[in-house]
């Protein structure tokens, strides 16, 4: 259905017809500004004139015509626009008809309007309701699953192409000979391994993908887990600090399994670095798991690295006693004392003068693969305070001062209920009367958490995962 324009003449006369109603309708309101290309003054010839960005006042003869013929002839290649009716009427174009959908009238419109010619589109253009219009999508569906099965071949061969590289990762990540030999460091090479397997994996994904046309889709997806892994890493603070921990700690060894340590206050046996904690066996033979991110931080004092140690305690001597010669008497004591070893030599030095009694301070060494530390040190205080106790040096005691009140009842000193044997008193208190030599002398070091730690080591299914390498050198 077309309707040509009219021509220029009669659009005058029409024109002329209208002036009294435009007259009226000034006076009513000043409409004279919503009238495109009218104006109350005359133009100024003087001004210049874009005509570009204007609207030409005349049309030429067909004009109209012209644009009908074009927008028809663009719709009639579109099938779902074939039934679309346009009419042009000085340059204004009325689309009418029955679309499907919203986006279809739009898309319409946005064509009819970039047509030479065209100064607005009034798009009266409805939605067709009808049901056997909107069952399309059925044929649309029908047409994916058309599309999809002629793509099937190569989505079988992309799938092909990313399984081999996965299966082809795998298999060098188990190879486990290949990155021992590479990394020594069995926490190192596990995550060289894994970074193998990662890579392989991912380029098999990208391959894939590419074949198939969807690297956009890859992009955005390698876009959102850049996101996820920030927002992780913030969430995951700890684990990761942990994880690398563990990496510093297997690559420094400052232990061996075994090894008597004191990490901060957290004291026992080390059994196992593993990757995520080193797990102790305390003095008690309970285990005692820390965090490998406490551990790398922490002040770690380990009593087996050096095999001397040495013990010291302190005795105190009466204030009119020579100390040298209490000294000198501790130190020869100390000495003759096998469990001491002679190099260092036993050393002896006053700490501490009070008002009733002076404090020396003596210090030993042992070797603590032959004689334990705390045993030592017990007969060795023993041993010192019997020597002064018989050189004639007294061990003073705390002294108190009594003050009585007169106005008080005397209190019953002197009164005994029961009588001392004179004997009695005078004998040496706390003596065992029936002490071997081999009783005194058990300095022989404690193994029984040792055992326990090396037996636990040969039976746990786990020992495989421990990162402590006894062949490497302790840091």
């Known amino acids: 259905m077309r309707r040509i324009g009219r021509s220029p003449f009669g659009c005058a006369v029409q024109i002329t017809k209208l002036i009294p109603f435009l007259l009226l309708a000034a006076w009513i309101a000043p409409v004279h500004a919503a009238i495109p290309g009218f104006t109350s003054e005359p133009a100024d010839a003087s001004l210049p004139v874009d005509v570009e960005s204007q609207i030409s006042q005349e049309l030429g003869a067909g004009d109209d015509e012209r644009i009908v013929e074009r927008i028809t002839g663009i719709f009639a290649e579109l099938p779902d626009f074939e039934n679309v009716g346009v009419e042009?009427?000085?340059?204004?174009?009325?689309?009418?008809?029955?679309?499907?959908?919203?986006?279809?009238?739009?898309?319409?419109?946005?064509?009819?309007?970039?047509?030479?010619?065209?100064?607005?589109?009034?798009?009266?253009?409805?939605?067709?309701?009808?049901?056997?219009?909107?069952?399309?999508?059925?044929?649309?569906?029908?047409?994916?699953?058309?599309?999809?099965?002629?793509?099937?071949?190569?989505?079988?061969?992309?799938?092909?192409?990313?399984?081999?590289?996965?299966?082809?990762?795998?298999?060098?990540?188990?190879?486990?000979?290949?990155?021992?030999?590479?990394?020594?460091?069995?926490?190192?090479?596990?995550?060289?391994?894994?970074?193998?397997?990662?890579?392989?994996?991912?380029?098999?994904?990208?391959?894939?993908?590419?074949?198939?046309?969807?690297?956009?889709?890859?992009?955005?997806?390698?876009?959102?887990?850049?996101?996820?892994g920030i927002a992780l890493g913030f969430a995951?603070?700890?684990?990761?600090?942990?994880?690398?921990?563990?990496?510093?700690?297997?690559?420094?060894?400052?232990?061996?399994?075994?090894?008597?340590?004191?990490?901060?206050?957290?004291?026992?046996?080390?059994?196992?670095?593993?990757?995520?904690?080193?797990?102790?066996?305390?003095?008690?033979?309970?285990?005692?798991?820390v965090p490998n991110s406490q551990v790398f931080k922490a002040v770690i004092l380990n009593f087996t690295t050096n095999p001397k140690r040495r013990f010291e305690f302190e005795l105190g001597i009466d204030a009119d006693d020579d100390p040298r010669a209490a000294m000198k008497l501790g130190r020869e004591t100390l000495n003759n004392r096998k469990f001491i070893v002679d190099n260092p030599e036993p050393a002896a030095r006053v700490t501490q003068v009070g008002d009733s009694n002076i404090v020396i301070q003596f210090l030993g060494w042992v070797d603590q693969r032959d004689a334990d530390w705390g045993?030592?040190?017990?007969?060795?205080?023993?041993?010192?305070?019997?020597?002064?106790?018989?050189?004639?040096?007294?061990?003073?005691?705390?002294?108190?001062?009594?003050?009585?009140?007169?106005?008080?009842?005397?209190?019953?000193?002197?009164?005994?209920?029961?009588?001392?044997?004179?004997?009695?008193?005078?004998?040496?208190?706390?003596?065992?009367?029936?002490?071997?030599a081999a009783d005194e002398e058990d300095i022989r070091p404690e193994s029984e958490i040792s055992a326990m730690v090396e037996n636990e080591r040969r039976s746990d299914p786990e020992q495989s995962k421990d990162l402590l390498d006894t062949k490497r050198p302790a840091e």
């Open 88 to 228: 042009a009427s000085e340059g204004v174009v009325t689309l009418s008809g029955l679309l499907p959908d919203s986006e279809a009238i739009k898309r319409a419109e946005s064509i009819a309007a970039r047509v030479t010619g065209v100064v607005t589109v009034q798009n009266d253009i409805e939605r067709d309701l009808s049901v056997e219009q909107n069952l399309s999508i059925l044929g649309k569906a029908s047409g994916f699953f058309d599309d999809f099965l002629a793509a099937l071949p190569l989505f079988l061969v992309a799938l092909a192409v990313a399984l081999a590289f996965v299966f082809t990762g795998v298999i060098l990540s188990r190879a486990s000979f290949v990155w021992d030999r590479i990394s020594p460091n069995a926490f190192l090479a596990e995550l060289i391994a894994s970074a193998v397997k990662f890579v392989f994996m991912l380029g098999g994904i990208v391959i894939a993908l590419d074949m198939i046309g969807a690297g956009a889709l890859l992009g955005a997806v390698l876009g959102g887990a850049g996101v996820i």
């Open 375 to 436: 045993k030592s040190r017990s007969l060795a205080i023993a041993s010192v305070k019997d020597a002064l106790e018989e050189g004639g040096f007294a061990l003073p005691e705390p002294i108190y001062r009594l003050r009585f009140d007169g106005r008080t009842d005397p209190l019953p000193i002197g009164r005994s209920a029961k009588p001392v044997d004179s004997a009695q008193e005078t004998a040496p208190r706390n003596r065992l009367a029936d002490t071997s």
């Open 236 to 289: 995951m603070r700890d684990t990761i600090e942990n994880y690398v921990a563990s990496l510093m700690l297997s690559l420094r060894q400052p232990f061996r399994p075994n090894d008597h340590v004191l990490i901060d206050d957290l004291e026992g046996r080390v059994i196992r670095l593993t990757s995520r904690a080193t797990i102790l066996m305390t003095v008690d033979g309970n285990h005692l798991r």
